[in-house]
């Protein structure tokens, strides 16, 4: 059975950073994904990686703040959170899937295996 386990959220100011991790059970994943959501928001898609780097995206939101990079050692997801903003404040999600259709990495619903949430909070 698969899992992911997420660790680093935290209060943090305006400006301040902070890095998510994501540790993952079992064999690689081909796709993993941060996703956040904030009170009385959908779940909103942050970044993918798809196969260790293979390529990236980023919500337009978080593109040029944020970067999401694998340990495939310690088989571990990051995500470095810079320039952070009282808007990014939300609970923010690991996922995971072995597969992923063209295209869908910033679907939730494609992605199998999810962490539990680590609240990140922006004061300003």
């Known amino acids: 059975q698969a899992q992911l386990v997420e660790s680093g959220g935290g209060l943090v100011q305006a400006g301040g950073s902070l890095r998510l991790s994501c540790a993952a059970s079992?064999?690689?994943?081909?796709?993993m994904g941060w996703f956040r959501q904030a009170p009385g928001k959908e779940r909103a898609f942050v970044a993918a990686d798809i196969n260790s780097g293979g390529s990236t995206y980023y919500a337009d939101s978080v593109s040029g703040r944020f970067t999401i990079s694998r340990d495939n050692a310690k088989n571990t997801v990051y995500l470095q959170m810079n320039s952070l903003k009282p808007e990014d404040t939300a609970v923010y999600y690991c996922?995971?899937?072995?597969?992923?259709?063209?295209?869908?990495?910033?679907?939730?619903?494609?992605?199998?295996?999810w962490g539990q949430g680590t609240q990140v909070t922006v004061s300003s």
């Open positions: 996922a995971a899937s072995y597969g992923l259709g063209y295209g869908m990495h910033t679907r939730a619903d494609h992605y199998i295996y």
């Open positions: 079992g064999r690689t994943f081909y796709a």
